[in-house]
């Protein structure tokens, strides 16, 4: 079974610049969660949507924003880029929404603003 | 708000020497705890999780135990090997915090032959 993917790799930007980061779901997995794991500040939760809708979303501001279609893959979009945002983005899914679900990771887009 | 404090690392081991990583917590609810690994260059992979307090988690010959008046959940294995060399972070996630996992800041592990 295949696991979270996600795509590009590897990205490199400018300051101003917009982007959108892309994931696959295992497939029957419903959620979809964005983390964001920046250089010395560890990993943040930035989006969580489910059944298509964004059910939390973490301390970020607004240039940060997603969406997840009908067949529950997601994007990522962050617009405006600033040079902080060079990180490296995860995406996970999990089969339900309890708390008890196991998060599933990608191996994650590198992002790289300069 | 919810928070989880891990000890700093660098750690290093000797191959076949016991692994201890200490990770406490704080949340507001009940939350299910969770191990996760990262070996370089890669995402996170989960290693074991406990979902109420006294659980057992185990797998890989680490494990974990729930301890719920003590808020911890610490990492531990009989024997290490060089393939255990990652960064392990503890993580919760809590139903009044939208199921979001708070991630402790990751211990990394280097194993010697």
């Known amino acids: 079974e295949a696991g979270v993917t996600q795509s590009p790799t590897h990205l490199i930007k400018t300051r101003g610049q917009q982007v959108t980061l892309r994931c696959s779901p295992i497939s029957g997995h419903t959620s979809v969660y964005w983390y964001q794991q920046a250089l010395g500040l560890g990993l943040q939760f930035l989006l969580w949507y489910d059944e298509g809708e964004e059910r939390n979303r973490g301390n970020f501001p607004p240039r940060f924003s997603g969406l997840q279609f009908p067949n529950y893959s997601s994007e990522l979009n962050v617009n405006a880029l600033e040079l902080e945002d060079s990180a490296l983005y995860l995406c996970?899914?999990?089969?339900?929404?309890?708390?008890?679900?196991?998060?599933?990771f990608g191996p994650g887009t590198r992002l790289l603003v300069l | 708000g919810n928070s989880v404090t891990q000890m700093e690392g660098p750690v290093t081991l000797s191959e076949e020497a016991f692994l201890t990583i200490n990770c406490t917590y704080t949340?507001?609810?009940?939350?299910?705890l969770f191990w996760y690994v990262q070996y370089p260059g890669e995402g996170l992979q989960l290693l074991l999780k406990?979902?109420?307090?006294?659980d057992k988690g185990s797998n890989k010959g680490f494990e974990a135990t729930y301890r719920k008046e003590t808020t911890s959940f610490h990492l531990e294995k009989g024997s290490v090997q060089v393939s255990d060399s990652a960064v392990y972070f503890c993580?919760?996630?809590?139903?009044?915090?939208?199921?979001?996992?708070?991630f402790g800041g990751g211990t990394r592990l280097m194993v010697k032959p």
């Open positions: 949340a507001t609810g009940y939350p299910s």
């Open positions: 993580a919760l996630s809590d139903n009044n915090a939208g199921n979001m996992l708070t």
């Open positions: 406990a979902t109420k307090a006294d």
């Open positions: 996970a899914s999990s089969l339900g929404s309890g708390t008890e679900e196991t998060q599933y």
